[in-house]
């Protein structure tokens, strides 16, 4: 009987120890991006300075839980005296609000691979409740590279939800920028720890 009880209590203790996966985000491997409209094109850019972890449950991807953050003073578009101004009050004000952050608070599964994720980001001082789509592509293990496991995140914001409201009008009328800003992260994530045997 006791024998019983022992085993029963190791296999729920297994099973919770499975449940919780942490995995911290692999900046070589990942990259967060986003893209908004000036005048009639489409510019876009990246930061190149993040950090993440992923809490995942497989067995109930629904108690997942995921955190990001940004540091904002590494906003990258391929032009620096545009990064400058982007940096500057006008925009991110990166010396006021250095960082922006998001941690989830549900996931709901769509399908096997697709989930939406509602979370808080704090953006610009600001915070919002956002969903995320997030596409699940996979876990691999390898000897060499560890246990990792990818996911593409999108989303698109509104800028002036998050006071980041400068414009300028155009001589014949209409914006020089839009408010929409489209966000596309792709993460690849290394479990902490050895990879399994």
Known sequence: ???AALAIVLSLAAA?????????????HSEAGFAIRHLV???????????GTVDIDRAKPEA??????????????AQADRDKDLR???????????????????VVAKDKDHYDVTGALTLHGV?????????????????????RAGFDVSTTLNRKDFGISWNKTLDAG?????????VQISIEAVKKGPATK
């Open 127 to 147: 915070t919002k409740e956002v969903t995320v789509q997030v596409a699940a592509n996979g876990f691999v293990t390898d000897k060499t590279f560890g246990d």
């Open 64 to 77: 997942s839980t995921v955190t990001f953050t940004v540091k904002t003073a590494s906003i990258d578009t």
């Open 88 to 106: 500057t009050a006008q925009f991110f004000d990166v010396e006021k609000f250095p960082e922006l952050t998001f941690k989830s608070s549900k």
């Open 1 to 3: 009987m006791k024998r």
């Open 41 to 51: 094109s489409t510019v876009h850019g990246r930061f190149n300075d993040f950090e």
């Open 16 to 28: 919770s120890l499975r449940a919780g996966e942490v995995y911290s985000i692999d900046k070589n």
């Open 174 to 182: 209409g914006l020089a920028l839009g408010d929409e800003v489209k």
